[in-house]
């Protein structure tokens, strides 16, 4: 390239040495050049970009004269350079150099520079520059140093654009771009006509390219030139390859099958599949999966895609009936097209055949024939250019064997939104409907449908088209609930359909077939799990040893996720769960030790749950969290009052950290029936009713259901005073605090958090201690009184800091916020919103977050940037309905509320604080329908309406429920009304 960070005044000059020598400027062909040596003398010197001692270049160019006659003409030489180019030489008394600081391009510098690259487009350029040899017709006479440099360097060149052109050649014909790569090859044979290595590249990539006539002619024309221009023949390797190019000629291979339908999805994995292929190390590629995930098809795609890339094409072989040793051999003679002569050793036969073959050799359906496995290992070893791509419902288990994993179809997870057709599975369902119903037009009901039958079977192609072939007789909606309702269900009566995949329990039963009875009865214990287990599990619960879950896992019926947990595909899981259900005794017994050990797992995990490793416990309870929804189940319908005891324990908290209030509510109210039954004798029973009384208490209350979880805290304190259990009735009381602080009953609340205060610090129950003091922190603040507030607080967050208790943390944190906001500190309300924001989504806490959002709303409100407050705040109101939390939306509606008014939009302000109004006033939140009804004399006195301004201003300073928030905007807007402590009538 040009040198363009010099003046642009001097000329940029321009010197082409390969293919000739042709020096330009910008003013065009530079003349006046005394000789050729004076122009070879420029390009030595650009060339080299060394300094050069004068004596040692008069040597060269002029070496056939004495010194002094050798100095006088460089001499001149140098005169007539710099009078033409100057700027572009360092001259000195001594030395001589080409000034590469001036701007020039010169064509070897830059093809020098692009072939020295990694990447292939500047080896691209670099072939693109080669115009020729080096200074190719330049002849410098009696100069025999120069010459012989020049010859030195041209041989450089060349050999560089060989090499590079021979590295062009490999990665596209490595790539499959056969075309490209014999493009290359074609220009290294003008460059080298006797090539050896060029020529065979040659040959193969016209086989490749699917002209094996031209490969075979290309053969024996260079045969005859080589022998009549050198008296030579070709290479043995390269004849080697020509004879195996005419026996595949004559040879014809079984065209591949045709795939019955088009084929659907799978990008990524026919990508990976054929960089697997391309690797060299891969000799035994081993498709596996469940049966009904696509194997055959996948192969026979990805086979159909390899056909060029083999001088001996692609073999495809059906083992799906075949059973044994001899029979398999058999089977691989007749597809290779190879006779077998009586008395040999059949499989000897076979790698002899296969030693001077170059092909793929597809086997499908392996899983029967894998103790065979070694007669695959055997062909490998003997045939170096055969590999195998194997479909399979188990690993072969030989060393030369890599594995890819085949799953179902890509499908929608069930937090999609929106009805859409993109997925591969659904694209599957639709394509195969559509062959049954030319007009199917999917509406957006049948999509949400067609959505659930694809997570149901997790992808499975065979499944979708067995349920698709439904759709004649039931709606997609019916075809979802049918198959949820029996696996039975995924059957076709298509003629023509292998017996094997005209029904899910037919491809299900082959693979069970396949295990031993110890291995069916531990998979039929297993399949009592839910979304997964840990290898402890499945041996507590299923008795499950490591080499019978290795057995599983090899064998497919098992998968062993990122996380080290197993897995069932659900359609597996459902086909074992019925085989033990035709069991009812031991489907009993294993449904017992599934619910007990998820149970006993559970309790110390809700422990931990209120100290430190927060995240890490509830990633645990999570990730089990499918097997806790079942263990309630059974131990509701069985009423095992100790396993309802024990999940009460464990999921309390966790339930609240996630803000899951109606999934606990709902499970807690079938708990509670069961042990209230009167036909359950256990002596507990009193005991559970009431800690299960204090968790439905609870919840109720953070819906604002005052009055239903007063009476349940109510009953659960009677029924746990007998048993003397003061910290359950302590937690009571707390719940019931937060009832007299929502409805503005503060001083009943500050008793009944005193009485628990005394006993959590009796009981040295430090998590109900930091609870009770942020409580009665929030408490303070709506009192006004911001000292007591902030000594609760601090003390709350410091104890929750000891213990690494990030909820409690981001509680304190949030308190602590809203007594900054209510003092008008809000940099610092601002800071500690946003830590608590951070803290509630690591943990996932919806209810937190949602909570910090509206805050986040209000402050951005107070200081007038109303585009960010609505946002903040319309997130807050959205996200307090995904979780039904009536009182935090009646919050996010005032805020919404203040917004409109500021913005100058009455009519949608007041719409908006009465909605609000009424929600607070159907859940008894006495402060936020104060707040509420101060918004609309915000409104009434925007409208210039004074007088129901101020009479709704002497309504509210009359309520005794008032928080100190709502008495701060009362003031401000009282004295802009000039009102002052004037009462009024009720409105």
């Not at 642009?8 to 330009?24: K, M, N, Q, Y």
């Not at 062909?379 to 179902?408: C, K, N, T, Y």
């Not at 064998?555 to 769960?577: I, N, P, S, W």
Request: glycine share 6%; with cysteine; net charge negative.
């Amino acid at each position: 390239m040009e040198h363009s960070h010099q003046s642009t005044a001097v000329p940029a000059l321009r010197i082409i040495a390969l293919g000739g020598l042709a020096i330009t400027d910008a003013a065009g062909p530079v003349s006046g050049f005394a000789s050729i040596k004076v122009q070879a003398l420029l390009v030595y010197l650009a060339v080299t970009g060394q300094v050069h001692q004068r004596t040692t270049l008069a040597h060269m160019f002029w070496g056939d004269m004495p010194d002094v006659k050798a100095d006088q003409n460089l001499r001149k030489a140098l005169h007539n350079l710099r009078q033409l180019l100057g700027s572009h030489l360092t001259i000195t008394r001594t030395t001589v150099a080409f000034d590469r600081t001036a701007p020039y391009w010169l064509d070897v510098e830059e093809l020098e520079r692009a072939s020295s690259s990694t990447e292939p487009e500047s080896w691209q350029m670099a072939i693109d520059l080669y115009g020729g040899p080096f200074l190719h017709g330049v002849a410098v006479k009696q100069a025999d140093l120069f010459n012989e440099w020049a010859v030195q360097k041209q041989h450089q060149i060349h050999d560089r654009i060989i090499h590079i052109l021979e590295q062009l050649a490999d990665r596209e014909a490595a790539l499959g771009a056969y075309r490209a790569a014999l493009a290359h090859t074609t220009r290294l044979l003008q460059l080298d006509p006797w090539h050896d290595q060029a020529h065979h590249r040659m040959l193969l990539l016209l086989e490749r390219s699917g002209m094996r006539h031209a490969a075979l002619e290309h053969y024996e024309h260079f045969k005859r030139q080589i022998w009549e221009d050198l008296g030579l023949e070709p290479a043995p390797a390269m004849t080697a390859l020509y004879e195996r190019i005419a026996l595949a000629t004559a040879r014809r291979n079984q065209p591949l099958p045709n795939q019955a339908t088009a084929f659907v999805g799978r990008e990524v994995e026919l990508r990976l599949l054929s960089q697997r292929l391309a690797d060299p190390s891969c000799r035994l590629l081993t498709l596996i999966g469940p049966g009904g995930t696509g194997k055959t098809r996948l192969a026979l795609q990805a086979a159909q895609l390899q056909q060029e890339k083999y001088i001996d094409g692609v073999v495809w072989i059906e083992l799906a009936t075949v059973e044994s040793h001899d029979a398999l051999l058999s089977t691989l003679a007749a597809a290779l097209d190879i006779h077998l002569y009586g008395g040999g050793d059949t499989l000897v036969q076979i790698c002899n055949a296969l030693r001077s073959r170059e092909c793929l050799l597809v086997l499908d359906n392996f899983e029967q024939l894998c103790e065979e496995s070694l007669i695959v290992s055997e062909i490998l070893s003997q045939a170096p250019a055969v590999r195998l791509l194997v479909s399979s419902r188990e690993r072969l288990g030989i060393r030369e064997e890599w594995l890819f994993d085949v799953h179902g179809l890509d499908h929608p997870p069930k937090s999609a939104a929106g009805a859409h057709a993109g997925d591969d599975a659904t694209q599957l369902f639709v394509q195969s409907v559509l062959r049954l119903q030319h007009t199917f037009t999917p509406t957006p009901a049948d999509l949400e449908a067609i959505h659930a039958i694809c997570r149901m079977v997790e992808g499975m192609p065979l499944a979708i088209e067995l349920a698709a072939a439904w759709s004649r007789t039931f709606s997609c909606a019916e075809i979802a609930a049918q198959i949820e309702h029996s696996l039975g269900f995924l059957t076709t009566s298509v003629r023509n359909s292998p017996a094997r995949h005209r029904s899910m329990l037919a491809v299900f039963e082959q693979s069970w077939q396949l295990l031993t009875p110890e291995s069916r009865r531990v998979c039929m214990r297993l399949a009592v799990f839910r979304g997964g287990f840990t290898s402890e599990a499945a041996n507590e619960v299923g008795a499950a040893t490591p080499p019978i879950l290795a057995t599983l896992t090899d064998k497919l019926l098992l998968r062993r996720t990122e996380t080290g947990r197993f897995v069932f595909h659900e359609l597996l899981r459902q086909y074992a769960l019925d085989q033990l259900q035709a069991d009812p005794a031991a489907a009993a017994a294993a449904l017992n030790q599934h619910c007990e050990y998820i149970a006993r797992t559970l309790l110390p995990l809700g422990l931990e749950l209120k100290q430190q490793r927060q995240k890490v416990v509830l990633a645990r309870i999570n990730a089990e969290i499918e097997n806790v929804r079942a263990a309630w189940g059974h131990a509701i319908v069985t009423r095992n009052i100790a396993a309802i005891g024990m999940l009460f324990g464990g999921l309390l908290h966790f339930y609240e950290i996630r803000g899951w209030f109606q999934e606990a509510t709902d499970v807690l109210g079938r708990a509670l029936a069961a042990v209230r039954d009167p036909q359950v004798d256990n002596p507990a029973k009193a005991f559970i009713a009431g800690v299960l009384l204090l968790g439905q208490g609870g919840f109720h209350m953070r819906y604002g259901h005052y009055a239903q979880a007063e009476q349940q805290l109510t009953d659960c304190i009677s029924l746990l005073t007998p048993f003397q259990a003061w910290r359950e009735i302590s937690y009571a009381r707390y719940s019931l605090s937060h009832a007299a602080r929502d409805r503005g009953e503060y001083a009943q609340a500050q008793e009944l958090l005193d009485t628990c205060l005394a006993t959590f610090r009796d009981l040295a129950d430090d998590f109900g201690l930091r609870l009770t003091l942020i409580t009665l922190g929030e408490v303070e603040t709506r009192r006004g009184q911001s000292t007591l507030a902030q000594q609760h607080l601090q003390e709350a967050l410091a104890l929750a800091r000891r213990y690494q208790d990030a909820w409690a943390i981001s509680l304190a944190l949030h308190a602590l916020a809203e007594l900054s906001q209510q003092q008008g500190q809000l940099d610092d309300a601002e800071r500690l919103y946003i830590e608590q924001t951070a803290i509630s989504a690591e943990l996932a806490d919806e209810w937190g977050k949602s909570r910090a959002l509206h805050r986040l709303g209000e402050v951005a409100l107070l200081r007038h940037d109303y585009a960010r407050a609505r946002d903040l705040l319309t997130r807050s109101r959205d996200l307090h309905e995904q979780i039904d939390d009536r009182l935090g939306r009646v919050a996010s509606l005032n805020g919404l509320g203040r917004l409109a008014a500021a913005t100058g939009a009455a009519e949608r302000a007041q719409g908006l604080f009465t909605t609000a109004f009424e929600l607070a006033i159907d859940a008894q939140a006495t402060p936020l329908a104060l707040a509420a009804l101060a918004g609309m004399a915000a409104v009434a006195a925007q409208e210039h309406d004074h007088a129901t301004a101020a009479a709704l201003i002497g309504f509210i300073r009359q309520q005794s429920e008032l928080a100190q928030e709502t008495r701060a905007q009362l003031g401000g807007l009282a004295e802009h009304l000039e009102v002052g402590a004037v009462h009024h009538q009720p409105v």
